[in-house]
């Protein structure tokens, strides 16, 4: 029996999950790593974050995959494309609707978060655990928002 739905947006679904878990776990170590000046948490938190990126980017290739392929099984996809649409009016529904805008505002701030955090994160060693935990707070907010109210990868 197969189970209902589409990979794409089971996929998708396990990479939010997973960006939220290291979203979570950035905010505890770059505190905890800043309170106790313990350079491996904090450098734990900055990892986090990169790992956090490239869920959030793959989630987001997802996204678009399934609005370049047809994946109607998928609520978002359907909502706001359909098969007539030009390769690139279907790339740029990804941010169409609230639940893709979301997903692009997240990768957004990820994407501008790791490039901060990469070039200042040797010279500012003192505040970057807190830089970081900062940071992921947002990121845990629009994740909740998200995964618990606008899954772009909610299916019928």
Known sequence: MNAPGSPIALVGTIALFTAYLLAAWCVAAGIAGNARKSRRLVSSAVYGMFGFGAMITLASTLLIYAFVTHDFSIRYVAATSDTS?????????????????????????????????????????????????????????????LIFTKNPFSTF
């Open 85 to 145: 649409m030009s390769t690139w009016y279907k790339v740029t529904a990804f941010w169409g609707g609230l639940d893709g805008s979301l997903l692009f505002w997240v990768l957004v701030l990820s994407l501008f978060s790791m490039i901060a955090v990469a070039v200042n994160h040797r010279r500012h060693r003192d505040m970057i655990g807190f830089v970081v935990a900062t940071i992921m707070v947002v990121q845990v907010f629009f994740l909740s928002l």
